[in-house]
C-alpha cells in the first residue's frame, strides 16, 4: 500500500522549492548546514557502487550546492537535488534528484545512505515527489535510468508504479562508460489511475 503524502504549500525562505511533507520526511532544498551528511552518505562505496561518482568529498557537495540555485526551480534543462530529512532527528539520510527535461517530462534519481537503505525510505520520498510533479505540477511523463545490477532501485522504481521501456546497453546509454542500464518511465495517467 503506498505511503500518504501530504505536501506542504511552504516555500522556504531562500528558495522556490517545494517543501513536502510525509509521514516520517520532510523533503526539501538543501541548505550548507547539510552538506557534511550529504558527503558522508555519498562517500560510502555501497552507496556510490551505481552511481556517476567516486570518492565524494565535501567540497564536491559544496561545489553542487553552489552549482544550485533553488530560486530557478523549475526551469528547464537544470538539475535539483532534494534533501530528505528524517523528521524525528532533523537529520539529512538521503536525496531525490529532479531534472526538468522540458514543460512536461522529468527526470528523478534517488541516493538513500547506507544505514537507511531498505526502511522505505526510498519509496516514501519518491511517492511524495511523484504527488507533487504529476498533480502540482502537472508534469505529463517521469523517466529514470537504473543499472541493470541496482536491483534494489528498480525494484523501488516498480513499487512506485514505473514501468521499464527499455534495456540501454553502455555504448547507447545517455550516461556513456556507466554500466547497462533499464530505462523507466511513469505517465501521469498511470499515476492517477494506477493499474489494479
Do not use: C
Not at 6 to 25: C, D, F, G, H, M
Not at 28 to 57: C, G, H, I, M
Not at 152 to 162: H, I, M, P, T, V
Amino acid at each position: 500500500m503506498q505511503e500518504k503524502t501530504k505536501l506542504n504549500s511552504v516555500t522556504s525562505a531562500s528558495s522556490q522549492s517545494p517543501i513536502l511533507e510525509t509521514t516520517r520526511y520532510f523533503i526539501r532544498a538543501f541548505e550548507k548546514s547539510d552538506l557534511t551528511a550529504f558527503a558522508q552518505y555519498r562517500a560510502d562505496e555501497n552507496v556510490a557502487r551505481y552511481q556517476s561518482w567516486t570518492n565524494y568529498t565535501y567540497q564536491d557537495a559544496l561545489r553542487l550546492f553552489n552549482q544550485m540555485d533553488y530560486s530557478t526551480f523549475g526551469r528547464i534543462g537544470h538539475w535539483y537535488q532534494l534533501a530528505i530529512e528524517k523528521k524525528s532527528s532533523h537529520e539529512v539520510i538521503g536525496d531525490l534528484a529532479v531534472h526538468f527535461i522540458d514543460q512536461e517530462k522529468m527526470e528523478v534519481g534517488f541516493t538513500i545512505s547506507a544505514d537507511n537503505q531498505r526502511k522505505g525510505v526510498g519509496f516514501e520520498a519518491l511517492s511524495a515527489l511523484l504527488d507533487f510533479l504529476f498533480l502540482t505540477l502537472n508534469k505529463q511523463k517521469i523517466v529514470a535510468f537504473v543499472d541493470m545490477k541496482n536491483e534494489a532501485s528498480y525494484k523501488l522504481l516498480e513499487k512506485a508504479g514505473f514501468k521499464r521501456a527499455a534495456n540501454l546497453k553502455a555504448d547507447t546509454s545517455p550516461q556513456a562508460g556507466w554500466g547497462d542500464e533499464y530505462f523507466y518511465m511513469k505517465l501521469r495517467s498511470m499515476h492517477i489511475n494506477p493499474p489494479a
